[in-house]
């Protein structure tokens, strides 16, 4: 197994169905459950522990995806607001170190939690052209919002899969 990429790369196969779309919310809606299980228990040594060498902690992790999702949820009504947004990307190795990824994860998940609740409920509520609109990532080019749900139900499956992965070697 790739400890750096557990469930592999993001790849994007064809043109992504309505059903496949549908599986994609429904990811993104378990996460804030499955994060806050896969945590549960952890002692601020395991919390500190990286799940590979020059990795980040799990703390660091659990924090980063709230970072990160706010970030895509904010990009997701930029694209559905104006046209063709130009978004700003963010440094998320630097952001991993600032002090407040230091915090108890508890901040985290309610965080991640309440943020979910409202990505889903307006991914849901958004009509099949609504997930045609896009923006624009100053690296990544043009992104429909169709791909970035995918591109974020994996990124939340990948995140997981290191805190799990890493329980699962220590036997924690």
């Given at each position: 197994m790739n400890i750096r990429y557990p469930i592999g790369p993001f790849q994007l196969e064809g043109e992504p169905s309505t059903k496949t779309v549908e599986k994609w919310i429904g990811e993104i809606?378990?996460?804030p459950a499955q994060l806050e299980e896969a945590v549960r228990g952890l002692n601020d040594e395991q919390l500190d522990t990286a799940y590979r060498n020059e990795g980040w902690t799990v703390r660091q992790v659990v924090h980063h995806l709230a970072d990160s999702h706010l970030n895509s949820y904010t990009r997701f009504k930029?694209?559905?607001?104006?046209?063709?947004?130009?978004i700003k990307p963010y440094e998320e190795g630097e952001w991993?170190?600032?002090p407040d990824s230091t915090m108890?994860?508890?901040v985290s998940l309610r965080l991640i939690a309440s943020l979910h609740s409202r990505w889903?409920?307006?991914l849901r509520s958004m009509k099949q052209e609504d997930f045609e609109r896009r923006f624009q990532h100053p690296e990544s080019g043009e992104v429909t919002l169709k791909e970035n749900v995918g591109i974020y139900a994996w990124h939340g499956?990948?995140?997981l899969a290191h805190i799990t992965s890493l329980c699962s070697r220590e036997g924690w």
């Open positions: 809606e378990k996460l930029l694209a559905l607001t104006e046209t063709n947004p130009l991993a170190q600032l108890p994860v508890d889903v409920y307006l499956r990948h995140h």
